[in-house]
């Protein structure tokens, strides 16, 4: 296959370029094909699922594993939703569930937001300080008409807190305990939906045949991509790191599966 005339190059992070944000241990071979890359001029971009964190935040760990790019090169699931409530209400008043992260992409998109009714959305993020009046706050809004926003759509994912390496539940658990009580469906915004690979591919001013996406995870990455028609490539990673998601009736079957991300290096 030959990958020469690709101009936009979009990575997956978690799994793929460093274990996880908490871990940010770079692959080996995910360092050497960015560096191939670099050498030939193109542009780098990430496209994360990571839905606790801010594109800052995942941009501070892409650069402790050696993976260098522009921080507004980073799309994560946060600042897609962020995106998506401004483009419906730009004056909107959220409620966020989140670490904190996300809430810098709310902000940033000059997003009003509050702990206090009255509530437009309700954003949920992987959140494992999160507090049974929290919870209860999201229900009470979702019950008055706020909308409600999945921010990625993991169950559960394994991580650092506290000083604690465990497995957590994630974001979708959370959402579903809010759509149990009140009858709502969240929109889940993230890898696989198509939208957000589009407006990744917009924002970067690339079109989708000048493109690849780079991933671990079939589901998501590959789903993703190929949903919009853009050259996938799967690398076949630790199975127990990768993350479920729900690609429905979406194609996951990469353009290309390398064992390495060395394989790569010589299409290009």
């Known amino acids: 296959m030959d990958l020469s005339g690709k101009r936009l190059w979009v990575f997956d992070v978690d799994n793929t370029l460093i ?8 692959f080996e071979d995910a360092l050497r094909l960015w560096r191939a890359l670099e050498e030939k001029g193109v542009t780098l971009a ?6 606790r964190l801010s594109s800052r935040q995942v941009h501070q760990a892409l650069e402790k594993g050696g993976f260098n790019l522009s921080v507004e090169n980073v799309f994560t ?8 409530v401004y483009h419906r209400n730009p004056r909107a ?5 989140c670490e904190g992260g996300v809430q810098e992409d709310f902000i940033a998109r000059g997003l009003d937001v509050t702990n206090n009714p009255p509530i437009d959305y309700v954003a949920v993020a992987a959140d494992r300080g ?9 229900t009470k809004m979702v019950k008055q008409g706020a909308g409600l926003i999945c921010i990625s759509g993991s169950r559960d994912y ?26 709502s469906e969240a929109v889940i915004v993230g890898k696989p939906l198509p939208e957000i690979v589009l407006e990744t591919l917009k924002i970067m001013g690339f079109e989708i045949s000048d493109s690849v996406m780079v ?22 990673r630790d199975p127990k790191n990768i993350v479920d998601f729900d690609s429905g009736t979406l194609d996951t079957n990469p353009t290309m599966t390398v064992e390495s991300l060395d394989d790569v290096i010589k299409f290009l």
């Open 158 to 183: 394994p991580g650092v807190y506290l000083g604690q390496d465990d497995v957590y539940i994630g974001e979708l658990s959370i959402a579903a305990a809010i759509e149990h009580a009140t009858g």
């Open 130 to 138: 999160m507090t049974y009046n929290e919870l209860n706050f999201a």
């Open 77 to 84: 699931a946060g600042a897609a939703a962020a995106a998506f």
């Open 215 to 236: 991933g671990d995870n079939p589901r998501s990455d590959i789903a993703g991509g190929n949903a919009v028609g853009m050259t996938t490539i799967l690398v076949q």
């Open 93 to 97: 008043r959220c409620f966020v569930i």
């Open 19 to 26: 274990l996880d944000v908490e871990h940010p241990t770079p």
């Open 46 to 51: 990430i496209l994360t699922n990571v839905g």
